[in-house]
């Protein structure tokens, strides 16, 4: 899912996640209709939110990031204790599973870099259970290589079988690994499309030209209401106006947007 910032991303994701309700619409899982309460609702369907800053806890180890509260035990009662070594070895093979090598688990997750980090998140939703899993922004803090990585993995949760809403600003990003495109404008969709029904060039400038219009009469109206235009102004003020609807018409045109 694609959009510029402000556009709504966080907040269409939220809804699916549990931490916002809809006020209008209706949401289906396997054709069920729901409403989520709390997060909570939402992981028990098998939804799973990775948070760009909230992933991980920097000062704890790989292994315990990886559990965070759900370590395996051993022993019962009061002789009940975390089994460090199970916790240890499943957390090695399930990052494994995505490519990464861990040499030692006991590292605190703050020394990996930005793009494995994530991938501690992502592993972590796989193992427990998730089906949808839900990443917000992931590549925007991260350099080139580093968002490399970081889309290898989605590939690798697709390829597991998981279902991925990659939330993104750059349609480079977004293009190579998606199926499916939305775009989010000022809370609105501008429609969604396969990829056999979009170019990457297309989305492209879908992103660039609605978002540099939208800044350029953001200004501008700003003026106008100010009453500082002169009459050029205004006229540019229009013309922005309307390039910025015909694109929004356009993108809502397309064969089987919605
Ligand atoms: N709790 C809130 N109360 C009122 N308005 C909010 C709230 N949260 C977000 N907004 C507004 O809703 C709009 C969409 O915000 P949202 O965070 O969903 O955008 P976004 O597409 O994720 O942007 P970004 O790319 O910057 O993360 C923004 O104008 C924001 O100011
Ligand atoms: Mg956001």
Redesign the pocket.
Known sequence: ML??????????I?IIAGAHQQSEGTMKVDGEEVMFDSPRDALEKGIATVYQDLAVVPLMSVWRNFFLGQEPTRGWGPFQRVDQAKASAIAKEEMAKMGIDIRDTEQAVGTLSGGERQSVAIARAAYFGAKVLIL??PTSALGVKQSGVVLKYIVEARNRGLGVIF?T?NPNHAYPVGDRFMV?NR?QSLGNWAKDEISQTELTQLMAGGAELEALQHELSQAVSAGDADEHLREVAEEVAEELHDIEEAAHHRPDSD
Do not use: Q
Request: proline share 0%; charged share 30%; hydrophobic share 25%.
């Open positions: 959009g510029d910032n402000g556009a709504g991303k966080s907040t269409f939220k917000d922004e939330i600003h989010l809370g």
